[in-house]
């Protein structure tokens, strides 16, 4: 983030608040997205942080799929919500081939990247969040830290999907004790009956919400 002068040839210049209300999230979120270099940004003279609106429409049109440009209410579903950090598009590929063997409906999401995913968290609040850890330019690490610090992100269930053993990802970085982790390659077979339990927790949760 650079303090000073308008960049020469920014035209469009926003407020963290209304570059927040045009990406949907918080300012809070955009503020942070700010900091760790997700969003260029500068600082005026007399303090106040303000960001090109060119760089907000790029993040919009490169990070997020038309279909989830409202945030969707997190209420019981008998749908499966999950969110799929990676970014090898073979590994995206694999998991969506199991997604596809599932004899349950299913809502997958893909991102790229740890910073699309956050965005994603935001807008959709999925059931489960699969990530991987070794991700550019953001990683799993930083996705779980954003998860830690975020009350409202305390609800969804985190797998981890890695080619490092447990032992090796805890030595480049903090992981929350509550997450399941798996090591890559990932035996098909273990993956959905990970995800069939989750259906079937979903099913209980809503059917005790119809009760209510």
Known sequence: MQTGKKPTGVADVLTTKQAAQRLGLSVTTVQKMVIQGEIEAWITPGGHRRIPGGAVEKLLASKLPAHAIAVQPRVPSQRLRVLLAEDDPIQAQFFKSIVGRCTFPIDLTVATDASMALIQLERQRPDLLVTDLLMSPFDGFHLMAALEKEAAYHGIEVLILSVLD????????????????????????????????MHSRLIKKHTRHKDW
Not at 168 to 178: D, F, I, K, Q, V
């Open 166 to 197: 447990f032992t090796e990802a805890r030595s480049l970085g903090s992981l929350p004790e509550w997450v399941t982790y798996y090591q890559k390659p990932v035996i098909p077979d273990r993956m959905l009956g990970y995800l069939d339990a």
